[in-house]
């Protein structure tokens, strides 16, 4: 099995700055990454893509957080990192940290979601 962890959140005042990171462990090597990206919920709120890494490193950026958010990929540490700068109370929600690719042993499609983590920013 594969599983995500993210780490990083916190209460942080508006106009600051909060780094995220996702860390890959398990089966690491069965499971071919294709896409991995960070996601949000708020209360109330639909869960939303904010930034993704796709193959050929293409990328993906929501435009409430262009700009101010800079997604990064580490593919020998198997980490998915998520710099977040000019915080706004807006940006309060759980991010949670997203796999897409194939199970190699099982040759099919896997998706792996971690448990998410808390960001709440003060204004």
């Known amino acids: 099995q594969v599983q995500l962890e993210e780490s990083g959140g916190g209460l942080v005042q508006a106009g600051g700055s909060l780094r995220l990171s996702c860390a890959v462990s398990g089966s690491t090597h069965t499971f071919s990454i294709n896409d991995m990206g960070w996601y949000r919920q708020a209360p109330g709120e639909p869960r939303e893509l904010i930034a993704g890494?796709?193959?050929?490193?293409?990328?993906y950026d929501a435009p409430s957080v262009k700009g101010r958010f800079t997604i990064s990929r580490d593919i020998d540490k198997n980490t998915l990192d998520l710099q977040m700068n000019r915080l706004k109370p807006e940006d309060t929600a759980v991010y949670s940290c997203?796999?897409?690719?194939?199970?190699?042993?099982?040759?099919?499609?896997?998706?792996?979601w971690g448990q998410g983590t808390q960001v709440t920013v003060s204004s």
């Open positions: 890494i796709g193959t050929g490193d293409s990328r």
């Open positions: 997203n796999a897409e690719g194939v199970d190699l042993a099982r040759r099919g499609y896997l998706e792996v």
